[in-house]
């Protein structure tokens, strides 16, 4: 099928209202315009039939994206985060999936799949050592030139292309602010919109081509960070090769050659880190802060447990804070499966053959819970047990680690009622409860992912 005709089907009126019922309606992000999602139900079909005009004859013109900032610590600048209007998220979500049609080869991959094969490489024994980039700003700086070239090679269709271009080069603004004279952006990809990964997929995907497929070397990259596994006396020359390739088409690697730069190359006998692991003579375990974001994260939940518990005046409200915080506590340690998507630390670090991290873990938990007075109060799971069963293939062999897909009414009740009480919860039809369950599971999801953010 061509690219104008995925770029059809992907804007037909049916497909635009299945994106928003699955994918926008129950979400909480509001852009400029300050309108909920849920709240586009009562004008759908009209705002569909502006989509799909106005896509068609290529007059869609997408609203200023709302500012978002995110802190990565007190030594660094904000992360920025774009944040578009219910409308345009349903356009953008089209717009990635006629991408991901057109560019198969380009769909981000799982960070899972990338440390997986790095353990085949790292076993077979024809590496000896390894290099590691970092790229600068990566969304920030990648070149409209060069991402249009790259998308021009399979796309034709004006509609298509220009539908792009507007949603990178629609500003971001403080909320507030006006857009009338924000300017656009001239570089870079707006980070936060479901296109993003796409469009930087697409961009660097010839250099990944070109360096992946050859055999003297074993390359991986996930977003901005790249890690090549040589032969011995080749690390350097290779690191040089890649850089060459990367500077072309205008990237900005970190230098390896400066001292504490972060990029580097060595021997693999050397200590390094790739997505959140530490990698030392062919063994993975998990990168010391990457332990400590999760035990501060662990420590959270008991400091709001003891906060809920100074709170409650009745045996009924303490219960439920000890139902609520112990139900967090374990979502934590053992993650869950939503959406058919393993989620959650333990997912994330399943590729480990160092488990002395999962027992030092379980004794933190350990000392939390007497710590915050919760020792015969909470039933905490196992780090060390949800490690083995998270390695099991089948997703429905899961017993120990909750799978939110497959519940019934009845148990997304009960998780329900750990939020809103049972009373009210009684008083609920299964629609709504279905509704107001996936709103909560995706909050908590969204903690689990937060855990894992930064790791690279």
């Not at 804007?11 to 979400?27: D, G, H, Q």
């Not at 660094?76 to 080869?105: E, G, H, K, N, Y």
């Not at 190359?265 to 030392?280: D, M, T």
């Not at 196992?382 to 069963?389: A, I, M, R, V």
Request: charged share 25%; with cysteine.
């Amino acid at each position: 099928m061509s690219a104008s005709k995925h770029f059809a089907k992907r804007f037909r009126p049916k497909n635009l209202r299945r994106i928003y019922v699955e994918r926008i309606r129950e979400t909480r992000a509001i852009g400029v315009d300050r309108m909920r999602p849920a709240n586009l139900h009562k004008t759908l079909n009209l705002e569909l039939s502006v989509i799909t005009r106005k896509v068609a004859d290529s007059s869609y013109k997408f609203t200023a994206y709302k500012q978002k900032l995110i802190s990565k610590g007190a030594d660094q600048s904000p992360r920025m985060l774009s944040i578009p209007t219910a409308r345009d998220r349903i356009v953008l979500r089209a717009l990635c999936q006629a991408l991901q049609d057109v560019f198969p080869d380009a769909i981000p991959s799982l960070p899972q799949a990338k440390i997986e094969a790095l353990k085949e490489a790292l076993s077979s024994g024809h590496f000896q050592e390894f290099v590691r980039l970092d790229l600068r700003n990566f969304y920030g700086i990648i070149s409209h030139a060069e991402l249009h070239k790259a998308i021009k090679k399979r796309v034709r269709k004006k509609a298509f292309l220009e539908l792009i271009t507007n949603a990178v080069e629609t500003p971001t603004i403080p909320e507030g602010s006006s857009s009338a004279t924000a300017a656009r952006k001239v570089k870079g990809v707006p980070q936060g919109l479901s296109i993003s990964n796409q469009l930087a997929e697409i961009a660097i995907n010839p250099i990944d081509s070109l360096f992946a497929s050859r055999t003297d070397i074993a390359y991986f990259r996930y977003v901005d960070d790249i890690l090549i596994l040589t032969a011995a006396g080749q690390a350097k020359a290779v690191a040089d090769e890649v850089i060459e390739q990367l500077v072309a088409k205008q990237f900005e690697p970190y230098d390896p050659s400066i001292p504490n730069s972060k990029s580097r190359f060595g021997k693999l006998s050397e200590s390094f880190s790739f997505l959140g692991y530490q990698i030392h003579n062919g063994n993975l375990s998990v990168r010391r802060d990457s332990i400590h974001k999760l035990e501060s994260a662990l420590a959270a939940i008991l400091t709001n447990y003891k906060y809920r518990m100074e709170q409650a005046r009745t045996p009924a409200q303490r219960e439920a804070a000890v139902r609520l915080c112990e139900w967090r506590l374990n979502l934590k340690i053992t993650g869950c499966i939503y959406e058919g998507t393993r989620r959650g630390w333990i997912f994330y670090f399943s590729q480990i053959n160092d488990t002395t991290c999962l027992r030092a873990l379980q004794k933190t938990v350990a000392s939390l819970l007497a710590r915050f007075g919760a020792t015969g109060a909470f039933h905490a799971k196992s780090f060390l047990k949800t490690f083995y069963e998270s390695r099991r293939k089948d997703k429905a062999s899961h017993k120990y680690i909750p799978n939110f897909d497959t519940m019934s009414v009845s148990q997304r009740r009960n998780i329900l009622a750990l939020f809103v009480g049972d009373l009210k919860v009684s008083r609920l039809s299964d629609k709504r409860v279905e509704q107001l369950f996936k709103l909560r599971i995706r909050h908590a999801v969204k903690e689990l992912e937060a855990d894992l953010a930064g790791l690279s």
